[in-house]
Every structure is written in structure tokens, then in C-alpha cells.
């Protein structure tokens, strides 16, 4: 008899860590927002974006070599990992060239590449989620679903701002609001969503060899 449970335990470690990593990243979103103004807001803020990052760079590779919900395949690894390493190349950028008057033209072209380049890594990765089926149907879903719900508030903001005599300053709070329940929500679904299907998976296969 030869236990094969390696062979399955690398998509429920992958996915029960991923989750985890997703539940604090929305643990720590809740407390950003009222450490705003305290010394403790920096070292959340990082941690936050770490969680994040860590969880997606996981769901990459998976574990061992497995449990990666893009089947390991090369774009699909390469379009989590910018996702996961964008917000320290940002973050970088801003730590060495600070915002100033002679900077205000190069910082508003970087501000639209800090905007698409995240936006179209995550729009491959969650279309190759989807192809991949490495996540059960119909949770393979789950993450262009968040997507959808993380740019809402933009697209909100967005046609708000395109209409006649529309109060964009009236609505840019509610917006705010709205972008920091998503900051929440999204996370917090994707990680319970990772941790309770890596809970249904088979931990163990056990082979018996033919007589």
C-alpha cells in the first residue's frame, strides 16, 4: 500500500495559507482607516499590502509545486506576481522620487501606468482562473467577481463625472465609503472562499497496487 497524500495536499495547504493571508489583509483594512492619522498607520498599511501580496504570490505557485489556481502556467504566475509586487514597485517609486513641482508631469504619467498596469495583470489573472479549473465550478468565478466590485466605485465616479451638471464633489465621499467596504468585502470573501474549498479537499489518496 503507498499513501499518495502529497500529491493532495499541496492545493489544501496553498489555499487554506492563501485564505489566511486574505483574512488579515481585510482584518487589517477595517483598522487602516482609524489609525489614518496615528504612528501605527504606516506599519499597518504595510502589513496590509504584505498580507496581500504574500496571498496572491501563493495562489501563484501554490505549495510544493501545487494548489496554483492558474495550473501553474506562465502567464498566469507572471500576472499574480506584477499584481503582488505592483503596490512595492509604487511604494518604491514614491520613497525615491518624491512628489514636487518639477515632478508633477513624470508622477501624473506614472499615475496612469500605476493604474493599468495592476488592472490588466488582474484582468488576465482572473480570466485564467476561470480557464484554468484548478478552482471548482462555480468558484473559479469568485475572482473576476471581485474584480468587477473592486473598479465599481471608479466606473461609478467615472459616469458620474461624464454627466451633464453631475455634483462629482457630492458623490467623491460616498464613493470613498463605498471603496473602503470593498477594500474589505473583497478580500474577506476570497480568503473564506479559499479557505472553506481547501477544506473540502481531499487530504489523502490511498493506492493500493494490483495482487
Do not use: C
Given at each position: 500500500m503507498t499513501d499518495a497524500a502529497p500529491a493532495r495536499t499541496g492545493p489544501r495547504q496553498a489555499w487554506t495559507i492563501g485564505g489566511i493571508l486574505l483574512l488579515v489583509c481585510a482584518g487589517l483594512s477595517v483598522l487602516e482607516p482609524a489609525l489614518m492619522f496615528t504612528a501605527l498607520?504606516?506599519?499597518?498599511?504595510?502589513?496590509?499590502?504584505?498580507?496581500?501580496?504574500?496571498?496572491?504570490?501563493?495562489?501563484?505557485?501554490?505549495i510544493?509545486?501545487?494548489?496554483?489556481?492558474?495550473?501553474?502556467?506562465?502567464?498566469?504566475?507572471?500576472?499574480?506576481?506584477?499584481?503582488?509586487?505592483?503596490?512595492?514597485?509604487d511604494a518604491v517609486v514614491y520613497a525615491l522620487v518624491p512628489p514636487t513641482m518639477d515632478s508633477l508631469e513624470s508622477y501624473q504619467v506614472w499615475g496612469y501606468v500605476s493604474l493599468l498596469v495592476p488592472l490588466a495583470?488582474?484582468?488576465?489573472?482572473?480570466?485564467?482562473?476561470?480557464?484554468?479549473?484548478?478552482?471548482?465550478?462555480?468558484?473559479?468565478?469568485?475572482?473576476l467577481w471581485a474584480l468587477g466590485a473592486a473598479i465599481a466605485p471608479q466606473l461609478i465616479l467615472q459616469a458620474v463625472a461624464a454627466s451633464p451638471?453631475?455634483?462629482?464633489?457630492?458623490?467623491?465621499?460616498?464613493?470613498?465609503?463605498?471603496?473602503?467596504?470593498?477594500?474589505?468585502a473583497v478580500p474577506l470573501g476570497l480568503g473564506l472562499c479559499a479557505v472553506l474549498l481547501a477544506r473540502s479537499r481531499p487530504t489523502a489518496v490511498q493506492v493500493y497496487p494490483g495482487s
Open positions: 498607520f504606516t506599519p499597518v498599511s504595510w502589513a496590509r499590502t504584505l498580507a496581500f501580496s504574500a496571498a496572491l504570490v501563493v495562489f501563484a505557485v501554490g510544493r509545486g501545487r494548489g496554483s489556481v492558474v495550473d501553474r502556467r506562465p502567464l498566469g504566475v507572471s500576472a499574480l506576481v506584477l499584481l503582488a509586487v505592483w503596490p512595492l514597485v495583470a488582474a484582468i488576465v489573472a482572473v480570466v485564467l482562473i476561470a480557464r484554468a479549473g484548478v478552482v471548482p465550478h462555480p468558484w473559479r468565478w469568485a475572482p451638471g453631475a455634483d462629482v464633489q457630492g458623490m467623491a465621499a460616498p464613493m470613498v465609503g463605498l471603496g473602503q467596504l470593498i477594500a474589505v
